[in-house]
Antibody
Framework: QVHLVESGGGVVQPWGSLRLSCAASGFTFSSYAMYWVRQAPGRGLEWVAAMSHDGSNKYYTDSVKGRFTISRDNSKDTLYLQMNSLRAEDTAFYYC??????????????WGQGTMVTVSS | DIQMTQSPSTLSPSVGDRVTITCRASQTINSYLAWYQQKPGKAPKLLIYRASILEGGVPSRFSGSGSGTEFTLTISSLQPDDFATYYCQQCYSWTFGQGTKVEVK
């Protein structure tokens, strides 16, 4: 059964750092592009970052460029999001998601349950 | 950046109604458009990809159409389980529309 499980969320002070993890199971992780999507309380979905299946390509939404880093360890079937210089506006539920097609970029067919990040002093 | 604009923001149909949601892209995205359904406290669920292809297990009352910059999601006969928020997403650089909440009348 295909499964994604996020962890690492919590409460952090402004300008602090946090690293999120997303553990994958039930599929060949190294064949799929992976993504991070966030949702602030009561707000819509916002794509945050993307990484190709082999880690060679990374993409970020403008508001997190230079602060967030997406990475993956295909030997551990795990996706990461390193978040630095956190701001109040980064407060959100963070989801990891899988591309629906191997070796391609398309829609997101598998989602984790999400992990909450709260930036507050 | 490609901007996605959904309309309307909210809908209050009755069970059995035909529901149509529109999504407009700020530049052409061919057919690289997906639709998701999200219920409170849950992760989004993929309904349709490539503008018109139904994801496996999604009821046939859902359909998608369009290409270029104009797209629609149609629910042919709204069921009680369909009250939720719906998002479009362009799959070139993955930005989402702002969402359409389909709420109980």
């Amino acid at each position: 059964q295909v499964h994604l499980v996020e962890s690492g969320g919590g409460v952090v002070q402004p300008w602090g750092s946090l690293r999120l993890s997303c553990a994958a199971s039930g599929f060949t992780f190294s064949s799929y592009a992976m993504y991070w999507v966030r949702q602030a309380p009561g707000r819509g979905l916002e794509w945050v970052a993307a990484m190709s299946h082999d880690g060679s390509n990374k993409y970020y939404t403008d508001s997190v460029k230079g602060r967030f880093t997406i990475s993956r360890d295909n030997s551990k079937d795990t996706l990461y999001l390193q978040m630095n210089s956190l701001r109040a506006e980064d407060t959100a539920f963070y989801y990891c998601a899988r591309d629906r097609e191997a070796y391609n970029y398309d829609a997101f067919d598998v989602w984790g349950q999400g992990t909450m990040v709260t930036v507050s002093s | 950046d490609i901007q996605m604009t959904q309309s309307p923001s909210t809908l209050s149909p009755s069970v059995g109604d035909r529901v149509t949601i529109t999504c407009r892209a700020s530049q052409t995205i061919n057919s690289y458009l997906a639709w998701y359904q999200q219920k409170p406290g849950k992760a989004p669920k993929l309904l349709i990809y490539r503008a018109s292809i139904l994801e496996g297990g999604v009821p046939s009352r859902f359909s998608g159409s369009g290409s270029g910059t104009e797209f629609t999601l149609t629910i042919s006969s709204l069921q009680p389980d369909d009250f939720a928020t719906y998002y479009c997403q362009q799959c070139y650089s993955w930005t989402f529309g702002q969402g359409t909440k389909v709420e109980v009348k």
